[in-house]
C-alpha cells in the first residue's frame, strides 16, 4: 500500500468538467493508482496565480468538485482516520490546501473547511508574500496575522505545511506550532540548491517536532545535474534524509504534473518529474529499485504508507 501525499489532480478534474466531461479520476487517474497500489492521496486545492479574484476561484473548483464527488464511484472522500480503513478498490482522497491567500484575514473560514472537506494539512502561501506569511524569493516571516492562522489550523486538527514557505516562515512556524509540522514535498537542499528544498538544519528541526518530509520526484528539486534526474537521483534524497534523521520522517509527496497543461508547467517536452516517474503508474518502478539499494521491506513500508497512517491516526481527527 503506499500513500501520494500531494497532488494536483483536482487541477485536472476541474478543467475537464468545465469542458462538459463527468467522472474524471475514473477516466484518466484510477488505473494508474491500482497498478502500483496507491491506496491513498491528498489532492491540494490550489489557486492558479494568474486568477485575479482568487475567492471566485476557489468557490468555482469547490463547486466542481462537489460534481466529481457525486458521480464517482470509486473515490473514497475521507474527513478523518477512520474513513481511511477502506478495504475496497475505492481510493483515498484528503484534501489539503496548497496556500491560504484565498482567506484573507477572514480566519473563521478554517473551521468550516475543516468540517466541509476534511482538511488534512494546509500551507499558509504559495510561494506569494500574503496576509499571512511568504514564500521563497521574498523577505518576511509569520505576520501577526500569520500566527494566529497557525494557531486557528491546530485548533481544527489541521497540521501546518511548510513546502512553500521562506526560511524566516519556516523557523516562525517551528517557533510558534505546538504540534508536529509537515514538509509535504520537498527535498533536500544540500543535494539540490533550490529554495523549495529544505536545509539541514530544516530537516532536522521537522524531526525534533516528529513531523514528516514527503519526497518530491518533481526533476528541478531532484537535481541541478540532468543526467540525475531519474530515480536513483530520487532515491539519494532519501538516503541523504534518512541518514540526517530517520526513515521514521520520512513519506512521499511526488507532485506528479505531467497531466497538466503546458501553461502551467512549461512548453518543455521533458517531463517535469524524474525520468522512469511520471505517474502513480510508475510508483512500482521507485519500490523495486529501493529494494535493489538495500531497503528493508520495513523500511519500504514506513515511507510507503506506515509513516503517514501513524501520522493520520494520530492527527487526523474530526
Known sequence: ?????????????V?????????????YHYE??????VKTVILVFWIEPYYED???????ILVCLKKELGTSKVINHCKSYKDLLNDGDKINVIFSFEGLEHLGDKLELIESYKKDLG??????????????????????GLTELGIKAVEELEKNNIVVDTSHTNEETFW??????????IASHSNARNLCDVKRN????????????NGLIGINAYADFTSKDKSKRNIDGLIDHIDYIRELTSIDNLTFGFD??????????????????????????DVVKLIERMRERSYTEDEIEKISYKNYYRFFEKYFND
Open 1 to 13: 500500500m503506499i500513500v501520494n501525499g500531494h497532488s494536483d489532480i483536482i487541477v485536472d478534474i
Open 15 to 27: 478543467d475537464k468538467i468545465k469542458s462538459g466531461e463527468k467522472d474524471i479520476f475514473y477516466k
Open 32 to 37: 494508474n493508482f491500482i497498478k502500483s497500489k
Open 54 to 60: 482568487i475567492s471566485a476561484r476557489l468557490e468555482e
Open 119 to 140: 482538511i488534512f494539512y494546509s500551507s499558509l502561501t504559495w510561494n506569494e508574500k500574503n496576509l499571512l506569511s511568504s514564500g521563497p524569493g521574498h523577505s518576511g
Open 172 to 181: 516562525d512556524i517551528i517557533k510558534y506550532s505546538k504540534k508536529p509540522i
Open 198 to 209: 529544505l536545509t539541514d538544519d530544516q530537516i532536522r528541526a521537522i524531526a525534533d517536532k
Open 256 to 281: 506528479f504534473c505531467d497531466f497538466l497543461p503546458k501553461a502551467y508547467v512549461g512548453d518543455s517536452e521533458e517531463s517535469t518529474t524524474v525520468d522512469g516517474l511520471t505517474s502513480e503508474e
